[in-house]
């Protein structure tokens, strides 16, 4: 069974930084893509960033490109996101999620792509 697990949200200033995790099982991991997706309150979800395992290609939204890495330890089957120069704006619940598919680039932030997703990480930044 596939899953996905979040861990290192929390509450930080405006300015700070975190790194958030993504732990996988129960898929191989090189075959997948991972993204990382949050929403915000009475907002729609929407995509962060994303790598691509087998070749370690990175996507990111244009509002987070130059705070924000992606990267992956295939050999811990795990992913980060490094959040850095944190905005009140960044405030969300924050999810990874994984997909096998081969998708082209435009796709690799679409939520509806990606299959298995985890059970999500507050992300609070104070102003």
């Known amino acids: 069974e596939a899953k996905l697990v979040e861990s290192g949200g929390g509450l930080v200033q405006a300015g700070r930084s975190l790194r958030l995790s993504c732990a996988a099982s129960?898929?191989?991991?090189?075959?997948?893509?991972i993204g990382w997706f949050r929403q915000a309150p009475g907002k729609e979800r929407e995509g962060v960033s994303s790598?691509?395992?087998?070749?370690?290609?990175?996507y990111y939204a244009d509002s987070v490109k130059g705070r924000i890495t992606i990267s992956s330890d295939n050999a811990k089957n795990t992913v980060y996101l490094q959040m850095n120069s944190l905005k009140p704006e960044d405030t969300a619940v924050y999810y990874c999620?994984?997909?096998?598919?081969?998708?082209?680039?435009?796709?690799?932030?679409?939520?509806?792509?990606?299959?298995?997703w985890g059970q999500g990480t507050q992300v609070t930044v104070s102003s």
């Open positions: 790598i691509s395992s087998s070749d370690g290609t990175t």
């Open positions: 129960g898929f191989t991991f090189d075959d997948y893509a």
């Open positions: 999620a994984g997909t096998s598919r081969s998708l082209l680039p435009a796709y690799y932030l679409d939520d509806s792509e990606y299959d298995y």
